[in-house]
T-cell receptor
Protein backbone atom coordinates (compact mmCIF):
# COMPACT_ATOMS: atom_id res chain seq x y z
CA UNK A 1 0.00 0.00 0.00
CA UNK A 2 1.08 3.55 -0.59
CA UNK A 3 0.11 6.98 0.67
CA UNK A 4 -2.12 7.65 3.64
CA UNK A 5 -4.89 5.19 4.46
CA UNK A 6 -7.80 5.97 6.74
CA UNK A 7 -10.39 3.58 8.13
CA UNK A 8 -13.30 3.46 8.30
CA UNK A 9 -14.44 5.62 5.38
CA UNK A 10 -17.84 6.17 6.96
CA UNK A 11 -18.93 5.91 10.58
CA UNK A 12 -22.27 6.45 12.26
CA UNK A 13 -22.22 6.44 16.04
CA UNK A 14 -24.48 7.26 18.92
CA UNK A 15 -23.58 9.87 21.49
CA UNK A 16 -22.77 7.22 24.09
CA UNK A 17 -20.60 5.06 21.84
CA UNK A 18 -16.83 4.72 21.84
CA UNK A 19 -15.11 4.35 18.50
CA UNK A 20 -11.68 4.89 17.00
CA UNK A 21 -10.47 6.26 13.70
CA UNK A 22 -7.30 4.82 12.26
CA UNK A 23 -4.69 6.37 10.00
CA UNK A 24 -1.63 4.71 8.50
CA UNK A 25 1.04 6.27 6.30
CA UNK A 26 3.52 4.40 4.12
CA UNK A 27 5.57 7.41 3.06
CA UNK A 28 8.24 7.44 5.75
CA UNK A 29 7.04 10.84 6.94
CA UNK A 30 7.90 12.07 10.42
CA UNK A 31 4.82 14.17 11.17
CA UNK A 32 1.13 13.28 11.27
CA UNK A 33 -1.95 15.41 11.72
CA UNK A 34 -5.65 15.20 12.44
CA UNK A 35 -7.93 17.75 10.78
CA UNK A 36 -11.67 18.31 11.05
CA UNK A 37 -13.55 19.55 7.99
CA UNK A 38 -17.09 20.82 8.47
CA UNK A 39 -19.32 22.28 5.79
CA UNK A 40 -18.56 25.92 4.94
CA UNK A 41 -15.68 26.06 7.42
CA UNK A 42 -11.93 25.88 6.88
CA UNK A 43 -9.97 22.79 7.70
CA UNK A 44 -9.45 22.87 11.45
CA UNK A 45 -6.18 21.52 12.79
CA UNK A 46 -6.82 19.27 15.78
CA UNK A 47 -3.58 17.52 16.67
CA UNK A 48 0.01 17.42 15.43
CA UNK A 49 2.54 14.69 16.08
CA UNK A 50 6.21 15.22 15.22
CA UNK A 51 8.37 12.13 15.60
CA UNK A 52 5.55 10.44 17.57
CA UNK A 53 5.40 13.27 20.10
CA UNK A 54 2.29 15.40 20.32
CA UNK A 55 3.35 18.98 19.69
CA UNK A 56 -0.01 20.65 19.21
CA UNK A 57 -3.44 20.26 20.72
CA UNK A 58 -5.54 22.96 19.17
CA UNK A 59 -8.00 23.40 22.07
CA UNK A 60 -9.77 20.18 21.15
CA UNK A 61 -12.38 18.85 23.62
CA UNK A 62 -11.29 15.86 25.68
CA UNK A 63 -13.93 13.66 24.04
CA UNK A 64 -11.35 13.44 21.21
CA UNK A 65 -8.24 11.55 22.28
CA UNK A 66 -5.31 11.01 19.88
CA UNK A 67 -2.78 8.22 20.02
CA UNK A 68 0.40 7.82 18.01
CA UNK A 69 2.08 4.48 18.82
CA UNK A 70 4.72 4.90 16.11
CA UNK A 71 5.59 7.22 13.26
CA UNK A 72 3.39 5.34 10.80
CA UNK A 73 0.16 5.05 12.76
CA UNK A 74 -2.22 7.58 14.22
CA UNK A 75 -5.52 7.00 15.98
CA UNK A 76 -8.33 9.27 17.07
CA UNK A 77 -10.39 7.81 19.90
CA UNK A 78 -13.94 9.13 20.14
CA UNK A 79 -16.13 9.08 23.25
CA UNK A 80 -19.48 10.70 24.09
CA UNK A 81 -19.52 12.86 21.00
CA UNK A 82 -22.11 15.49 20.16
CA UNK A 83 -24.11 15.87 16.92
CA UNK A 84 -22.05 18.98 16.08
CA UNK A 85 -18.98 16.74 15.92
CA UNK A 86 -20.34 15.26 12.70
CA UNK A 87 -17.79 16.12 10.02
CA UNK A 88 -15.10 14.76 7.73
CA UNK A 89 -12.01 13.83 9.73
CA UNK A 90 -8.85 13.95 7.68
CA UNK A 91 -5.48 12.50 8.55
CA UNK A 92 -2.37 13.90 6.89
CA UNK A 93 1.34 13.25 7.02
CA UNK A 94 4.39 15.23 6.01
CA UNK A 95 8.15 15.27 6.21
CA UNK A 96 9.07 18.28 8.32
CA UNK A 97 11.12 20.68 6.20
CA UNK A 98 9.98 19.10 2.93
CA UNK A 99 8.44 21.36 0.29
CA UNK A 100 6.02 18.72 -0.95
CA UNK A 101 3.35 19.61 1.57
CA UNK A 102 0.99 17.27 3.27
CA UNK A 103 -0.41 14.03 1.96
CA UNK A 104 -3.98 13.54 3.05
CA UNK A 105 -5.95 10.39 3.56
CA UNK A 106 -9.41 10.06 2.06
CA UNK A 107 -10.99 10.88 5.39
CA UNK A 108 -13.63 9.38 7.64
CA UNK A 109 -17.12 10.79 7.25
CA UNK A 110 -18.45 10.77 10.80
CA UNK A 111 -22.12 11.16 11.69
CA UNK A 112 -23.12 11.40 15.34
CA UNK A 113 -26.77 10.57 16.01
CA UNK B 1 -2.78 34.12 15.54
CA UNK B 2 -3.17 33.64 11.83
CA UNK B 3 -5.72 34.98 9.38
CA UNK B 4 -6.12 33.62 5.87
CA UNK B 5 -8.59 35.11 3.44
CA UNK B 6 -9.68 33.87 0.03
CA UNK B 7 -12.87 34.33 -2.02
CA UNK B 8 -15.66 31.90 -1.28
CA UNK B 9 -16.66 31.13 -4.84
CA UNK B 10 -15.59 31.88 -8.40
CA UNK B 11 -16.95 30.88 -11.78
CA UNK B 12 -15.13 30.69 -15.10
CA UNK B 13 -15.54 29.37 -18.60
CA UNK B 14 -13.85 26.29 -20.02
CA UNK B 15 -10.63 27.27 -21.80
CA UNK B 16 -10.29 30.56 -19.90
CA UNK B 17 -7.79 31.71 -17.26
CA UNK B 18 -8.71 32.25 -13.61
CA UNK B 19 -6.75 33.75 -10.72
CA UNK B 20 -7.59 32.80 -7.14
CA UNK B 21 -6.19 35.19 -4.54
CA UNK B 22 -5.15 34.50 -0.98
CA UNK B 23 -4.07 37.03 1.63
CA UNK B 24 -2.65 36.09 4.99
CA UNK B 25 -1.37 37.49 8.25
CA UNK B 26 0.94 35.33 10.28
CA UNK B 27 4.10 35.27 12.34
CA UNK B 28 6.98 32.94 11.62
CA UNK B 29 5.98 32.46 7.98
CA UNK B 30 7.53 29.32 6.57
CA UNK B 31 5.80 28.78 3.23
CA UNK B 32 2.46 28.80 1.49
CA UNK B 33 0.72 25.83 -0.09
CA UNK B 34 -2.15 25.46 -2.52
CA UNK B 35 -4.31 22.35 -2.50
CA UNK B 36 -7.11 21.15 -4.71
CA UNK B 37 -10.06 19.31 -3.22
CA UNK B 38 -12.81 17.72 -5.28
CA UNK B 39 -16.13 17.16 -3.56
CA UNK B 40 -16.02 14.15 -1.28
CA UNK B 41 -12.29 13.64 -1.75
CA UNK B 42 -9.11 14.46 0.14
CA UNK B 43 -7.12 17.62 -0.64
CA UNK B 44 -4.22 17.06 -3.01
CA UNK B 45 -1.03 19.13 -3.13
CA UNK B 46 -0.67 21.61 -6.00
CA UNK B 47 2.15 24.01 -5.19
CA UNK B 48 4.49 25.41 -2.58
CA UNK B 49 6.01 28.91 -2.38
CA UNK B 50 8.48 30.04 0.25
CA UNK B 51 10.33 32.74 -1.71
CA UNK B 52 8.81 35.66 -3.60
CA UNK B 53 7.96 35.07 -7.21
CA UNK B 54 6.13 32.78 -9.57
CA UNK B 55 6.28 28.99 -9.59
CA UNK B 56 4.91 27.34 -12.72
CA UNK B 57 3.72 23.76 -13.04
CA UNK B 58 2.02 23.03 -16.30
CA UNK B 59 -1.38 24.75 -16.42
CA UNK B 60 -1.08 25.87 -12.80
CA UNK B 61 1.13 28.67 -11.47
CA UNK B 62 1.43 30.10 -7.98
CA UNK B 63 2.76 33.50 -6.95
CA UNK B 64 3.94 34.78 -3.58
CA UNK B 65 4.72 38.21 -2.16
CA UNK B 66 5.84 37.87 1.45
CA UNK B 67 5.99 41.61 2.06
CA UNK B 68 2.34 41.94 1.03
CA UNK B 69 1.13 38.71 2.62
CA UNK B 70 -0.34 37.78 -0.73
CA UNK B 71 -0.45 34.80 -3.02
CA UNK B 72 -2.43 33.75 -6.04
CA UNK B 73 -3.06 30.54 -7.91
CA UNK B 74 -3.37 30.92 -11.67
CA UNK B 75 -5.16 28.26 -13.68
CA UNK B 76 -4.83 28.37 -17.47
CA UNK B 77 -6.78 26.56 -20.20
CA UNK B 78 -9.48 25.66 -17.75
CA UNK B 79 -11.06 22.24 -18.01
CA UNK B 80 -14.32 21.01 -16.54
CA UNK B 81 -12.38 18.73 -14.20
CA UNK B 82 -10.82 21.83 -12.60
CA UNK B 83 -14.14 22.46 -10.85
CA UNK B 84 -13.12 21.97 -7.22
CA UNK B 85 -12.32 23.79 -4.02
CA UNK B 86 -8.87 25.42 -3.89
CA UNK B 87 -7.33 25.73 -0.44
CA UNK B 88 -4.65 28.20 0.52
CA UNK B 89 -2.57 27.00 3.48
CA UNK B 90 0.10 28.90 5.38
CA UNK B 91 2.92 27.16 7.17
CA UNK B 92 4.38 28.89 10.18
CA UNK B 93 6.98 27.81 12.69
CA UNK B 94 6.04 28.20 16.33
CA UNK B 95 7.30 26.63 19.51
CA UNK B 96 9.59 24.30 17.64
CA UNK B 97 6.83 22.73 15.56
CA UNK B 98 5.36 23.59 12.19
CA UNK B 99 1.77 24.75 12.22
CA UNK B 100 -0.26 24.43 9.03
CA UNK B 101 -3.35 26.65 8.82
CA UNK B 102 -5.88 26.51 6.01
CA UNK B 103 -8.15 29.13 4.52
CA UNK B 104 -11.85 28.41 3.95
CA UNK B 105 -11.21 27.43 0.35
CA UNK B 106 -12.43 28.90 -2.93
CA UNK B 107 -15.04 26.88 -4.76
CA UNK B 108 -14.31 27.15 -8.48
CA UNK B 109 -17.08 26.30 -10.92
CA UNK B 110 -16.03 25.82 -14.54
CA UNK B 111 -18.88 25.89 -17.04
CA UNK B 112 -18.89 25.10 -20.78
Amino acid sequence: ETGVTQTPRHLVMGMTNKKSLKCEQHLGHNAMYWYKQSAKKPLELMFVYNFKEQTENNSVPSRFSPECPNSSHLFLHLHTLQPEDSALYLCASSQVGDSEGYTFGSGTRLTVV
Amino acid sequence: GQNIDQPTEMTATEGAIVQINCTYQTSGFNGLFWYQQHAGEAPTFLSYNVLDGLEEKGRFSSFLSRSKGYSYLLLKELQMKDSASYLCAVHSAGGGSYIPTFGRGTSLIVHP
